[in-house]
């Protein structure tokens, strides 16, 4: 069995993981990136260098690869690739490969910002409050509603990229009249968590939950964490994949604050922290291959799980020496 990753830019450890679970089914892990000097690319036991996602013959160089790998399933690890291959979901499964994505009105209500917050608010889940124009901003911080500081980010965007904080109100006046398609947020003073879970492509249950709490971020992605267990925690992430019905990996992230928790972004993929969940023991490429043989995995308990609490993730930085020039590889 072989499975095609798309956009693997540096996740060379998850790649690692991958290579080592279809080992054990006689598969392969394919990697592509449009950039030839991503890391990830060569830690796979095949690669191919792609035009952008936005590349009108970028689909038809996906089926391409898959045909000539033989691939069974294929996914993205970035958020923008997401809804393309949820847009072409049947077209690659009549060609019998399983694209491994929640269905395109759930990955297009996670992308964007202000998408999620109406839906939690519609759905009585918790959520951080969530803001387009300056006119309604202004009102709810006329009535106190709203205090300074408020963080500004791109209604749909990722990793952190764009996020400012805005201090007053003329500041944020002329910000937003410069910059469009950017939602405001308040400023929250709590501390961050972040709940990965698979939901099984067979049963579409939850079969695997692991939660932990953030104490150091880089570049947007959690550099130092400590795994928790909390059923009140449990609970809110139930509520919410039954009432929003993703599919295969997903990454919640939480503040919680003297409110409780609240639910700041849904990232229907594998996680960028990720890596720390497998080493404790929850084996999400596993339950992914079992999916892709049409076998249904098995349904926790309360999702408690199997790892302890109170242990700590730290990361850091590797690097790949490259034998020949990128540039001396384009064919």
Do not use: W
């Amino acid at each position: 069995m072989n499975i095609l990753i798309c956009s693997v830019g540096r996740r060379v450890q998850l790649i690692e993981y991958f290579k080592k679970e279809l080992a054990k089914v006689n598969g392969n892990v394919i990697a592509v990136d449009c950039d030839r000097t991503a890391p990830a690319l060569y830690h796979a036991n095949n690669f191919e260098v792609v035009p952008r996602i936005d590349d009108p013959e970028y689909i038809n160089d996906l089926k391409n690869i898959c045909q000539k790998y033989n691939v069974k399933g294929i996914l993205s690890l970035i958020d923008p690739e997401l809804t393309l291959l949820a847009s072409f979901k049947e077209e690659f499964e009549k060609e019998g490969v399983k694209v491994i994505v929640s269905d395109k009105k759930v990955v297009d209500l996670c992308f964007d910002k202000y998408l999620t917050y109406k839906f939690l608010e519609n759905n009585n889940l918790t959520f951080v409050p969530t803001y387009l124009d300056f006119e309604t901003v202004s009102q709810d911080i006329a009535s106190g509603k709203l205090k300074f500081p408020l963080i500004v980010k791109p209604k749909e965007g990722s990793a952190s990229i764009g996020v400012q904080k805005i201090t007053d109100i003329k500041e944020l006046e002329v910000f937003l009249q410069n910059n469009h398609n950017y939602i405001v947020q308040p400023f929250i003073d709590g501390s961050e968590y972040c709940v990965e879970c698979y939901i099984d492509l067979e049963t579409k249950k939850i079969t695997s939950l692991f939660s932990k709490r953030k104490f150091n971020m880089r570049s947007g992605e959690t550099d130092k964490s400590i795994s928790v267990k909390d059923p009140v925690l449990n609970d809110i992430v139930e509520k919410l994949i039954d009432t929003l019905k993703p599919l295969g990996p997903v990454d919640i992230d939480f503040f919680k604050t003297d409110k409780g928790y609240l639910i700041s972004e849904i990232n229907p993929r594998f996680g960028g922290g990720y890596p720390y969940a497998y080493e404790m023991g929850h084996n999400f490429i596993e339950k992914l291959i079992n999916n892709l043989k049409g076998l249904p995995n098995q349904t926790y308990s309360k999702y408690q799980g199997i790892y302890n609490e109170g242990e700590t993730m730290v990361r850091y930085d590797h690097f790949t020496i490259l034998k020949r020039n990128p540039l001396d590889m384009i064919s």
